[in-house]
């Protein structure tokens, strides 16, 4: 197919879209959470908007764009299909098989597909051209909570699934280390360092909390953004050195227990700090590196 004749960076700029978590090449921009609230009992009882939209944007695959296989645990997922080329979902039914749908205009194409809640799945833009994209809208019911979202483990899903090796592991996202990441994070200033991580938490934030009693419920919960900024916080506070607050950290963003999508938002974090220039107010030149 080819590529669209608007480009990606006009619905961009128009829609203000950031960076998504998920993949190279995705772009996102939470437009909608529902003032009406529930309690959700699989969510702790931590009452929340019944319901969330967001733009999506996706590249060609052979930019290594796509949607990876994931799931949401309570959350029916509908995708309306904007602009752009086809996308192509796949997600893994009850019965272990592989279902198939096109969102888009062509032939076989639907303007719609929903996708039932605690369904593994995954997408990507049907087109070669590495100028292919597509634009499409995505709502969950309940809404969209990161605790909610689980990132795929390409190991545990191909030992569930074997017959699907290829397929998960073509649409599965690889493991980031954050060993390439130590020495350029020590180089960096504290204040530097702590305002950048808390400027992508912060955005977290923002898409779980729509009003003051919603805000100190989240912060009272166990939720796992919620925690690792008051830790963060926390390491911030104490009479440590710049340099052992960076090393805690850096130990914090490394733990298992952090969920994947939350994980990779704050590999987003680094790689901005990766990108600052080296410069008498950026750097500590006094501090020892990591060898």
Not at 45 to 74: D, P
Not at 118 to 126: E, P, R, Y
Not at 139 to 153: G, K, Q, V
Request: glycine fraction near 2%; charge should be negative; aromatic fraction near 10%.
């Amino acid at each position: 197919m080819p590529a669209p004749v608007i480009s990606k960076n006009h619905w961009i700029n128009k829609y203000n879209m950031k960076k998504h978590p998920e993949g190279e090449g995705c772009y996102f921009e939470v437009t909608y959470r529902s003032p009406n609230e529930a309690p959700i009992k699989s969510r702790n009882e931590v009452s929340q908007s019944i319901n969330s939209a967001i733009y999506f944007m996706m590249s060609s695959y052979v930019t290594k764009s796509y949607s990876a296989w994931h799931r949401m645990r309570t959350s029916a997922e509908s995708w309306f299909f904007n602009y752009g080329n086809d996308i192509i979902l796949y997600w893994i039914d009850g019965n272990g098989n592989i279902v198939e749908n096109r969102l888009g205009l062509s032939n076989s194409a639907h303007l719609q597909v929903h996708v039932p809640a605690n369904t593994w799945f995954c997408a990507v833009v049907d087109g070669d051209d590495p100028d292919c994209y597509a634009l499409v809208s995505c709502s969950c019911n309940p809404c969209f909570d990161y605790t909610d979202y689980e990132l795929a483990d390409k190991r545990e899903l191909i030992a569930l699934y074997p017959q699907h090796k290829n397929l998960i592991e073509k649409y599965s996202i690889s493991e980031q280390n954050l060993n390439k990441y130590e020495e350029r994070l020590l180089q960096i200033s504290w204040v530097i360092f702590h305002d950048i991580l808390n400027k992508h938490l912060q955005e977290l934030i923002n898409e779980c909390v729509i009003n003051e009693r919603n805000k100190s419920e989240f912060f009272a919960s166990n939720n796992p953004i919620a925690l690792l900024k008051k830790e963060i916080n926390k390491i911030d506070q104490d009479g440590k050195s710049e340099h052992e607050k960076k090393i805690a950290v850096i130990n914090l963003i490394k733990r298992e227990t952090i969920p994947k999508l939350i994980y990779a938002k704050l590999i987003q974090a680094l790689d901005e700090i990766m990108l600052l220039p080296i410069n008498k107010d950026s750097i500590n030149i006094k501090e020892p590196l990591i060898k």
